[in-house]
């Protein structure tokens, strides 16, 4: 990304977060609502990446039904991002009846077991959301990484963002964030990571919607690392205000195998148990990057070159979104084969 492009980018973050939380919340609805479909309508690369992912999840629609969920996907996705921006300044009750979770047992009796917790969830609906209610409703903090950004004073507002939501933020650069992330759940802890995409050489491959990708390895060497219990987590919006979730049972650590084997039968587990939620909810998984094995291939790709969020052909994930990041083993390959993305902010 160029000096011009990045500041650009770092403006029109500070803009969101400084503009639209002082809007009435109808106006902002409007306006994402807006945004969405006029983006829609561009056809744009980012579309056509959305749609040739949707057409992995549904694989029987047609061209009418993935134009459908393409849209209903950049509504999803803009909603996302006009609540991000609103976020903080929601007051601490609009928080609490802004989700409502079933089988919320699953991380309750974790946390009050001292086990320690780690909570994996795809790109679907508001992950931030989702963790501004734990912070908020069930009164814990947790621990999650970001994806250290460039300008810096972008990787600065993301941090803020998330640290004034309640969460204790890592970079995910540096080498350390694995250590930490596994002290915090020695402790009976509590962390979130993104884990539904890492196209690193690091990354797990599991079958997905039945073709192959690869996805974080991080959430199942800390479960079997530190005894901790890995919880799958699913959002969704429906026509309400409320966005509403799902915990997952538990991942259990397979009692033989070597640790690359565990890795492996724990992360087709995680991956399993997106497939469900998204499948459930399509239009919710904001996934516009590529995902699938096959589509590194540009030749092959519905959307031609692999192109980043902010317009780059670099094939690089730039931090365009704020979810919780990816954590890696201390000292495992974090090299990207080109035309892969790696984790996020």
């Not at 903090?141 to 972008?154: I, S």
């Not at 350390?176 to 596994?182: K, P």
Request: net charge neutral; charged share 25%.
């Amino acid at each position: 990304m160029s000096a011009l492009r990045e500041r650009l980018t770092d403006g029109l973050y500070g803009l969101g977060w400084g503009t639209v939380k002082k809007l009435p919340e109808p106006v902002a609805v409007r306006l994402g609502r807006a945004i969405a479909d006029a983006t829609w309508k561009r056809r744009g690369p980012l579309v056509r990446r959305l749609e040739a992912n949707y057409a992995r999840v549904v694989p029987d629609a047609g061209p009418e039904r993935l134009a459908e969920l393409s849209r209903a996907g950049m509504r999803s996705y803009l909603r996302y991002w006009m609540e991000s921006f609103r976020l903080p300044s929601w007051s601490e009750e609009r928080i609490r009846t802004g989700f409502a979770a079933k089988d919320l047992h699953h991380l309750t009796d974790g946390l009050a077991s001292g086990r320690g917790v780690v909570l994996a969830l795809p790109h679907l609906a508001n992950w931030d959301l989702a963790g501004a209610w734990v912070t908020t409703e069930l009164k814990t903090p947790f621990t999650t990484v970001a994806e250290r950004l460039k300008p810096e004073t972008l990787y600065d507002r993301f941090v803020a963002y998330r640290e004034g939501l309640g969460m204790e933020v890592l970079p995910h650069s540096g080498g350390s964030a694995f250590g930490t992330l596994a002290r915090r759940l020695r402790d009976g802890g509590l962390v979130c990571l993104v884990a539904d995409r890492d196209l690193s050489a690091s990354g797990v491959e599991v079958d997905f919607f039945g073709e192959p990708t690869r996805m974080p390895a991080g959430p199942a060497l800390l479960a079997q690392q530190t005894g901790a219990l890995l919880l799958p987590v699913t959002l969704w919006y429906d026509d309400s205000p409320v966005m509403r979730g799902r915990l997952h049972p538990p991942i259990e650590v397979p009692e033989a195998g070597t640790r690359a084997e565990k890795t492996s039968v724990m992360t087709q587990a995680l991956a399993d148990a997106f497939a469900t939620g998204i499948a459930d909810h399509p239009e919710d998984w904001h996934m516009l990057q590529r995902l699938w094995l096959a589509d590194l291939d540009p030749a092959k790709s519905p959307d031609g070159p692999a192109t980043s969020r902010t317009g780059s052909d670099s094939g690089s994930e730039t931090a365009t979104e704020p979810g919780f990041g990816t954590a890696t083993e201390p000292g495992s390959e974090t090299a990207t084969k080109p035309g892969s993305e790696k984790g996020r902010p």
